[in-house]
C-alpha cells in the first residue's frame, strides 16, 4: 500500500537549475544559502544534461537557469539547447551581468524561451550601494534593451527592501521604458543573506501600504494606455494577513537542484537541519518520490498545534518550513507569521521596530565568499 | 462575433502537450495554464492563419454530437484574449 504521503506527489512541474553559487554581485538579500562557500564542486555539463532529462521524464515543464549567475557557466547555451530540444520552456534568470549582444544571439539560437533581468534600484547610486559594483546599473539597462531588441518576452524583477521602495514609481516607469512585459515587485522575503541582513531591510508597514497603492495606480495607467505590462506586488510575509502556501506545498510542484546536486524542495531548505539527496547519489525519480526529505513535511501527518486542527492546514500547510525553522529553531512549528502560532510575537516586535530605525545601507553585510567563510566558520 | 478574425498566441508563449499530465499546457515566462480539454482543443487551432469561422468549422467537424460550438469558441477566445494569452493578427 502506498502510504499517503506517496500519493499526494504529483509531477514536479518546476525545475529550478542553480547552475553556480559565483556571482559578480553582492546583494545582501540573495536568497543563497549565508554558508554556500563550503559546498562542493559545481555540477558538470554532463551532470546537469541528465539531470534536465530526469525532470523532463518526471513531468517538469518549466525550468529556470539560476544561481548565483548563470551566465557565469559557460556551457549555459549548450544546456538551454538540450533543454529546450527535451521541451522545457526555459527563463534564464539573470543580473544582466555578463550578457552581451553575442551571447543574447547565441541563448536565442539554442531555444531560450525568455530572460529575466534583476534591477536593483531606479539609480545608479542607490544600486551600486546595494550590489557592490557601479558599473552593473547601466549594463543592466543596455541589456534589458538589448533583450527586447532580440525579441524576447522579458520579466524585469525588483527587490523592494527599505532603502528602495520608496522609489516604486520612478522604478516602474523604468521597467515600462524599458520594454517589459512584467515586472516582479518582491519585496524582500527574509532567508538567506536577507535573513541576517533583515534589520537594515525590512520596510514600515506604512512604505509597503504606500508602495503598493503607487503599483496600483500604475495599474490602471498601463491599461488606459492599452499597454501590456503586467505588475505583480509581492508583500513581504511578515505584513500578509495569512501563512503562504510555500511553494504549492512541499515536495508538490516544485524541485531545486543546487550547483552541487543537492536536490531541495525550494531554493531556501537548506538552511534546514536536515540532510537532502544529490544527484550525484540518487536518481531525481527516486528523489521526488522515496526521499525521507522529500516525504518530510508532506501531507499533513507531520504537524504540530495548532496547525493540526487548523481549518486552513490544507490551505497554506502551515506555511513555510524554511521560516518556522529560522524564526522559532523548530521546522515542523507553525510558521510565526501566522496569528495563530504562539511565535507570531517575532513577527509583530520586527514590524514594531522596522517603524522606528533608519539603519544605513552600508551597514548591511554583502553577499560575497569571504563574508559567507566567515559565517560558516563561525 | 467575428468570425473573420484571426489569432495566434502572444510572441513567446507556446502551447505544449504534456504526457505527465495528460492535458496542453500553456507556457509563457515563469509560469503554465493548465488547459482543460475543450480548451486545448481550441488553442491548438490558434496558429495565426485560421480565421475563427474555420476553427468552428474545423471543431463542429470532430464533435458533431457538441451541436454546434461556435458560441463556446467565441466566449473563450474572449475571454484568452481578455487574459492576455491571444493577439489578433493584422493581415
Known amino acids: 500500500m502506498r502510504t499517503h504521503a506517496e500519493l499526494s506527489a504529483g509531477a514536479p512541474l518546476w525545475l529550478l537549475a542553480e547552475l553556480t553559487y559565483r556571482c559578480p554581485l ?12 563550503r559546498h562542493g564542486e559545481e555540477l558538470s555539463t554532463e551532470q546537469w544534461r541528465g539531470v534536465l532529462r530526469e525532470a523532463r521524464a518526471l513531468g517538469a515543464a518549466q525550468l529556470g537557469f539560476s544561481g548565483g549567475e548563470p551566465l557565469v557557466r559557460q556551457d549555459l547555451e549548450a544546456l538551454v539547447s538540450e533543454a529546450r530540444e527535451l521541451g522545457f520552456y526555459t527563463n534564464l534568470i539573470t543580473s544582466g551581468v555578463g550578457l552581451n549582444e553575442a551571447r543574447i544571439a547565441a541563448l536565442r539560437d539554442a531555444g531560450l524561451d525568455h530572460i529575466q533581468i534583476s534591477l536593483q534600484a531606479a539609480d545608479e547610486e542607490v544600486s551600486a550601494a546595494v550590489a557592490g559594483s557601479a558599473k552593473a546599473h547601466g549594463r543592466k539597462l543596455a541589456m534589458a534593451r538589448a533583450v527586447k531588441a532580440a525579441g524576447y518576452p522579458m520579466v524585469l524583477n525588483v527587490v523592494l527592501h527599505r532603502h528602495n521602495i520608496d522609489d516604486v514609481d520612478r522604478l516602474i516607469a523604468l521597467c515600462d521604458e524599458l520594454g517589459a512585459d512584467a515586472v516582479e515587485l518582491a519585496t524582500c522575503q527574509y532567508y538567506g543573506w536577507a535573513r541576517l541582513n533583515r534589520d537594515g531591510l525590512l520596510p514600515s508597514r506604512e512604505q509597503v501600504a504606500r508602495a503598493e497603492a503607487v503599483t496600483q495606480a500604475w495599474r490602471e495607467r498601463l491599461a488606459a494606455r492599452g499597454r501590456e505590462m503586467r505588475l505583480l506586488f509581492v508583500v513581504p510575509d511578515y505584513y500578509a494577513e495569512r501563512p503562504k502556501a510555500c511553494m504549492g506545498g512541499w515536495g508538490a510542484i516544485f524541485m531545486t537542484v543546487a550547483p552541487d546536486g543537492a536536490v531541495l524542495p525550494c531554493h531556501s531548505a537548506r538552511e534546514l537541519p536536515m540532510t537532502f539527496p544529490n544527484v ?16 518530510r513535511f508532506r501531507g499533513d501527518g507531520w504537524m504540530k498545534a495548532p496547525c493540526r486542527s487548523c481549518d486552513e492546514r490544507h490551505q ?38 522596522a517603524a522606528h ?20 566558520r563561525g | 462575433m467575428n468570425l473573420a478574425r484571426i489569432l495566434s498566441l502572444r510572441p513567446g508563449w507556446r502551447l505544449q502537450w504534456e504526457p505527465a499530465q495528460q492535458r496542453h499546457v500553456l507556457l509563457y515566462p515563469e509560469g503554465m495554464v493548465q488547459l482543460n480539454d475543450s480548451a486545448g482543443a481550441i488553442l491548438a487551432l490558434v496558429d495565426g492563419r485560421r480565421d475563427q469561422a474555420a476553427i468552428v468549422a474545423e471543431l463542429d467537424a470532430r464533435f458533431p454530437a457538441a451541436g454546434g460550438v461556435a458560441d463556446d469558441v467565441d466566449d473563450f477566445l474572449n475571454d484568452a484574449c481578455r487574459q492576455g494569452w491571444l493577439r489578433e493578427v493584422t493581415p
Do not use: M
Open chain 1, 280 to 295: 550525484r547519489d540518487a536518481s531525481l525519480e527516486a528523489v521526488w518520490h522515496r526521499s525521507e526529505a522529500f516525504n
Open chain 1, 357 to 376: 530605525r533608519s539603519p544605513p545601507l552600508e551597514h548591511l553585510t554583502a553577499r560575497n565568499s569571504a563574508n559567507s567563510r566567515l559565517i560558516w
Open chain 1, 26 to 37: 553582492q546583494c545582501p538579500y540573495c536568497s543563497n544559502p549565508v554558508d554556500y562557500a
Open chain 1, 316 to 353: 497554506d500547510y502551515g506555511g513555510c518550513r524554511c521560516q518556522a525553522y529560522l524564526l522559532t529553531g523548530d521546522p515542523a512549528a507553525a510558521d510565526p507569521v501566522c496569528s495563530k502560532s504562539p511565535e507570531h510575537r517575532l513577527i509583530e516586535e520586527a514590524c514594531a521596530e
